[in-house]
């Protein structure tokens, strides 16, 4: 069983077909010792996934240095920062160097860009990025984004050489349009000359009760080099690379990922606006203090709140 790979459009960079989601085992989200999600992360790279996808606010670096302390440079490794300033970003890429133990990230990416008016606002950061590729600290510069407008945006800047957009088969999350209008960008991007990679192919884990459905729809996407996917366990990690090799899934593994227990949860971000509230038919959630509060005995894990909320702020994990 083999991962098949691809160049991230004219970087030059080869990425397995799975990208590893480092979010999902850190302090945000499954607040993993960084033992034990650095060993889940090893177990990704023995499997064949090279590429690993993290960010700033993460707080995965330390899990990230353990895992790939035996490989060093064999691992492509993708980060990101909300810095708008030069000396922001600077801050920023030596602080990822520092605490990665690497001499150099291959991309570096401006975090959830809205429009050709945020990139704009963020031009200092986007020279200090050319500034540092040409130094040799990093190998492309990126951004990642929920929003048409910024793949678009990003389409038509050389400065810009890898682009993360959320797609998946529903929609969710893609703040400006529909997944028909996504797809679109996408191709737009890639025809000039773009790489790209996926992001939220499982809406955050709204459709994991479909999940064979959204991967196979994300990986139809030929424009797509990679799909950025979160795993927090050895069971997650060989169920994504069978599944992405075209392999068989062991009946084994598809007992363990059932047994996994899931949780509702609100990102820190929420505006309670209530949208999620008056759509949850099982009076899971509520208005809270400073956000959406859920009741996990009375939670079904259906998803729903998760369709019409504006901010993407409501995930399965």
Known sequence: MSLPMRVLGNTGIEVSRICFGALTIGPLQANLSIKEGARVLQRALSAGINFIDTAKIYGTYPYIREAIKDHKNDVILVSKSYDYTYDGMQESIREALQELGRDYIDIFMLHEQESALTLKGHAEAIEYLTHAKKAGLIRAAGISTHHIAAVLAAADMPEIEVIHPIINISGLGIQDGTAVEMLQAIKTAYNKGKGLYGMKSLGGGNLLSQT??????????????????????????????????????????????????????????????????????????????????VNQDKCRLCGYCASVCPEFCIKVI
């Not at 994300?218 to 424009?223: F, G, P, Q, R, S």
């Not at 799909?227 to 593994?253: C, K, L, Q, T």
């Open 212 to 293: 064979d459905k959204a991967l196979n729809f994300v990986l139809a996407i030929d424009e797509l080099s990679s799909v950025a996917i979160g795993m927090r366990s050895d069971a997650e990690v060989s169920y994504n690379v069978s599944f992405f090799a075209g392999s068989p899934i062991a009946p084994e593994i598809a007992d363990q990922l059932n047994k996994i227990s899931r949780r509702l949860h609100i990102e820190d971000w929420c505006k309670n606006c209530g949208e999620c509230v008056q759509r949850c038919q099982a009076g899971a959630l509520s208005i809270g203090i400073d956000r959406v509060q």
